[in-house]
């Protein structure tokens, strides 16, 4: 079994910046894919960002591009999610989720970290 435990949420006023991490324990050699997701208040769960474990295949959603940048160190077992110029409307809580092979999706999340920006 693989466990995702997600850290460094909080309150951060609009502009400001924060960096999730999600470390990954278990049967950690099982790892395809990696991604950030999040689900703001009343919202349906949107993609944010996602990568190979290798770390290529960078992809994020267009309403972070250019301000959240994805990362992972693989010697630490922990994914990461740098956000700059946070706004309001990216409020939301935030999951890691894990791919543990190309002909799955995600099927391993965390259990989440609240992150509100204030206006």
């Known amino acids: 079994q693989v466990q995702l435990v997600e850290s460094g949420g909080g309150l951060v006023q609009a502009g400001g910046s924060l960096r999730l991490s999600c470390t990954v324990s278990g049967r950690t050699f099982s790892i395809y894919r990696m991604g950030w997701f999040r689900r703001a208040p009343g919202k349906e769960r949107e993609f944010v960002a996602s990568?190979?474990?290798?770390?290529?295949?960078?992809v994020y959603a267009d309403s972070v591009k250019g301000r959240f940048t994805i990362s992972r160190d693989a010697a630490k077992n922990t994914l990461y999610l740098q956000m700059n110029s946070l706004k309001p409307e990216d409020t939301a809580d935030y999951y890691c989720a894990l791919s543990p092979r190309i002909t799955l999706g995600f099927n391993t999340w965390g259990q989440g970290t609240p992150v509100t920006v204030s206006s």
């Open positions: 990568l190979n474990w290798s770390g290529d295949s960078i």
